[in-house]
C-alpha cells in the first residue's frame, strides 16, 4: 500500500513538473570590437538591431496572468567590461506618463517606473535590484533571500548603492532608457555565462503590473527561483575592482546677535573605497 502512494505522489510530482513551463530567455548580444553604444537614453545604435527583445509581458495586476496592454522590450548588450540594457516601454497614451519622483532610492509607486533585477551567481537566492522612472530617476538594492520582500518577492536590502548609468527620453511611442551596469560594480560567478533576470513595468494610470516571467501572486520580480534567464554572457572582468569615492564636506554659521565672528565653518575630508577579492567577496574602506 505504501509503495501505491509512493507511486501516485511521485506521478504527481512528474505531471506538475511537465505542466511547468519552461523558464524565458534572452540572449546577450556581444559588442564587436570598436563597437561604442552612447548611453543617451535611445538605443537606437546598430547593435540594439542585432539584440533580439525579452518581450511578451504578463499582468501581475490587475488582470492576474492575461497579457500587458502596454508592450515593453527589453534588449541586453554586454562588452569585456559592461552590461547594457536597451529598453523601450511602449505606450498609446505617451503624453500621460507619471514621472514625479526624482530623488534616489525613494519610493517610484506613484509613477510609471520599469525595474529590473539580476542573478549573477545564478543561485535562485541573491541578485541586485534597479529600477528607473520617465524622468530619470534611479534606485537600487541588495536582493539578499527568496521571500519575505512583500510586493516584489524577495527580501531587499535597499541601503546599497551600486555605481551604474541610466538616461531615459520621452518619445512619440512612449519612453526608453539605456542602461550600463559596470561589471566592476556587481559580483559574479565567472564560471557560467548564465544569468538570472526578471523586468517589469508599471503603467501607473491603469494600476498595471506587468512581467517577463514570475507574475503569479505568490512569486515577483525579485524571487529569483522565478527569474528568466539571461545568455551568453562570456568573457567578460571585473578589471581591478577598484573603486575610489573622494569627498569634501563643509559648513558655514553666523551669529552677529552673539557679538561672534560674523561666519565661522569646518570641514572633513576622506574617502571610501571598494575592492573586489574576488568576484564573489568585497571590501569596503573609509577614510575620515
Same mark, same amino acid.
Given at each position: 500500500?505504501?509503495?501505491?502512494?509512493?507511486?501516485?505522489?511521485?506521478?504527481?510530482?512528474?505531471?506538475?513538473?511537465?505542466?511547468?513551463?519552461? &523558464?524565458?530567455?534572452?540572449?546577450?548580444?556581444r559588442?564587436?570590437?570598436?563597437?561604442s553604444?552612447?548611453?543617451?537614453?535611445?538605443?537606437?545604435?546598430?547593435?540594439w538591431?542585432?539584440?533580439?527583445p525579452?518581450?511578451? /509581458?504578463?499582468?501581475?495586476?490587475?488582470?492576474?496572468?492575461?497579457?500587458?496592454? $502596454?508592450?515593453t522590450e527589453?534588449?541586453?548588450?554586454?562588452?569585456?567590461?559592461?552590461l547594457?540594457?536597451?529598453?523601450?516601454?511602449?505606450?498609446? $497614451?505617451p503624453?500621460?506618463?507619471?514621472?514625479?519622483?526624482?530623488?534616489?532610492?525613494?519610493?517610484?509607486e506613484?509613477?510609471?517606473?520599469?525595474?529590473?533585477? %539580476?542573478? &549573477?551567481?545564478?543561485?535562485?537566492?541573491?541578485?541586485? /535590484? /534597479?529600477?528607473?522612472? &520617465?524622468?530619470?530617476?534611479?534606485?537600487?538594492?541588495?536582493?539578499?533571500?527568496?521571500?519575505?520582500?512583500g510586493?516584489?518577492?524577495?527580501?531587499?536590502?535597499?541601503?546599497?548603492?551600486g555605481?551604474?548609468?541610466?538616461?531615459?527620453?520621452?518619445?512619440?511611442?512612449g519612453?526608453?532608457a539605456?542602461?550600463?551596469?559596470?561589471?566592476?560594480?556587481?559580483?559574479?560567478?565567472?564560471?557560467?555565462?548564465?544569468?538570472?533576470?526578471?523586468?517589469?513595468?508599471?503603467?501607473?494610470?491603469?494600476?498595471?503590473?506587468?512581467?517577463?516571467?514570475?507574475?503569479?501572486?505568490?512569486?515577483?520580480?525579485?524571487?529569483?527561483?522565478?527569474?528568466?534567464?539571461? %545568455?551568453?554572457?562570456?568573457?567578460?572582468?571585473?578589471?581591478?575592482?577598484?573603486?575610489?569615492? &573622494?569627498?569634501v564636506?563643509?559648513s558655514?554659521?553666523?551669529?552677529?546677535?552673539?557679538?561672534?565672528?560674523?561666519?565661522?565653518g569646518?570641514?572633513?575630508?576622506?574617502?571610501?573605497?571598494?575592492?573586489?577579492?574576488?568576484p564573489?567577496?568585497?571590501?569596503?574602506?573609509?577614510?575620515?
Amino acid at each position: 500500500m505504501a509503495y501505491l502512494i509512493f507511486l501516485a505522489i511521485l506521478l504527481v510530482w512528474a505531471v506538475d513538473a511537465a505542466a511547468q513551463p519552461a &523558464p524565458p530567455e534572452v540572449r546577450a548580444s556581444r559588442l564587436a570590437e570598436g563597437e561604442s553604444i552612447v548611453i543617451d537614453g535611445a538605443p537606437d545604435e546598430g547593435a540594439w538591431q542585432r539584440a533580439s527583445p525579452a518581450t511578451n /509581458f504578463l499582468q501581475r495586476d490587475p488582470d492576474n496572468g492575461a497579457p500587458a496592454t $502596454e508592450k515593453t522590450e527589453v534588449r541586453v548588450l554586454f562588452d569585456r567590461d559592461r552590461l547594457i540594457l536597451g529598453v523601450i516601454c511602449f505606450d498609446s $497614451e505617451p503624453t500621460r506618463l507619471l514621472g514625479n519622483q526624482m530623488q534616489r532610492d525613494q519610493s517610484f509607486e506613484a509613477d510609471d517606473r520599469f525595474l529590473f533585477a %539580476i542573478d &549573477p551567481f545564478f543561485d535562485g537566492r541573491t541578485g541586485y /535590484f /534597479f529600477e528607473i522612472n &520617465p524622468s530619470g530617476a534611479m534606485g537600487d538594492g541588495l536582493i539578499t533571500g527568496p521571500t519575505g520582500g512583500g510586493d516584489f518577492g524577495g527580501e531587499m536590502n535597499k541601503s546599497w548603492d551600486g555605481i551604474w548609468i541610466a538616461r531615459v527620453r520621452r518619445t512619440a511611442i512612449g519612453w526608453t532608457a539605456e542602461i550600463e551596469i559596470p561589471f566592476k560594480t556587481v559580483n559574479f560567478d565567472p564560471n557560467t555565462d548564465t544569468w538570472g533576470a526578471n523586468f517589469q513595468r508599471t503603467v501607473k494610470r491603469k494600476n498595471e503590473e506587468s512581467l517577463w516571467t514570475g507574475w503569479l501572486r505568490d512569486e515577483g520580480l525579485t524571487r529569483m527561483s522565478n527569474a528568466g534567464r539571461i %545568455i551568453g554572457i562570456d568573457g567578460i572582468s571585473q578589471g581591478i575592482g577598484l573603486d575610489l569615492k &573622494p569627498y569634501v564636506l563643509g559648513s558655514a554659521s553666523a551669529a552677529p546677535g552673539r557679538n561672534l565672528p560674523a561666519t565661522t565653518g569646518d570641514y572633513d575630508i576622506g574617502l571610501d573605497a571598494f575592492y573586489n577579492l574576488t568576484p564573489a567577496l568585497k571590501a569596503n574602506f573609509s577614510v575620515n
